[in-house]
């Protein structure tokens, strides 16, 4: 890929290429999958720790968000460029991830349908943002592998393995938005403030 198709690229989707954002939304994911466990404490209120891990996760957000604005400015997309996307994403990968969850709890099915289903949301979330940040696709392969959860573990399938997934999963948007963060500045350089 030459450097302008980068920067047209990263430009389209620059929103989705600031990771720094999606970090405190991850922790929030993994504080959600520490809560589901069966050795979370029961004198400590889940629902407590859960707000008060959403409330850290909105100011984190928001900080990131003031430092991308300061350091790289704002890019207005144009979102006709985007509008599949969209559709694509509320109407059919969003559906499949909550279904497959759905499954999961309600069948326990022998293999944990959401770990490939997930994964495959990441690719196609890969794909739509420009590509060029191929962690996504390390990603998603060790994501697929939870299929595999309620064949090495008995005791983790369906609704049990549900701990295990959002700890990973919240992993994911940790491990993502640092490494997005890293791909975006190398891709666009920091202008001083």
């Known amino acids: 890929m030459n450097d302008l198709d980068l920067v047209r690229r990263v430009t389209r989707d620059l929103w989705y290429w600031q990771g720094l954002r999606f970090v405190p ?4 994911g993994l504080v959600a999958g520490v809560t589901y466990s069966p ?5 400590v209120p889940e629902g407590v720790v859960l707000l008060l891990g ?5 100011v984190g957000y928001r900080a ?3 430092y991308y604005a300061r350091t790289m400015g704002t890019v207005h997309p144009d979102l006709s460029m985007t509008r599949l996307r969209s559709q694509v994403k509320w109407f059919a990968v969003y559906p499949a991830m909550v279904l497959s969850l759905v499954l999961d709890a309600a069948l326990a099915p022998s293999v944990f349908v959401s770990g490939p289903v997930w994964a495959a949301s990441l690719v196609l979330y890969w794909w739509s943002t420009g590509r060029g940040r191929e962690h996504y696709l390390v990603l998603a392969s060790l994501t697929a592998l939870f299929a595999f959860l309620p064949i ?3 005791t983790l399938a369906g609704r049990a393995a549900f701990g295990v997934f959002f700890a990973w999963f919240g992993l994911v948007y940790v491990i993502a938005g640092i490494l997005d963060h890293v791909a975006l500045t190398r891709a666009l350089p920091a202008r001083a403030s």
Do not use: K
């Open 54 to 58: 959403f409330v850290i996760a909105v």
């Open 25 to 28: 939304i991850g922790i929030v």
């Open 64 to 66: 990131a968000d003031r």
């Open 39 to 43: 050795a979370w404490p029961e004198a």
């Open 152 to 154: 090495a573990e008995p």
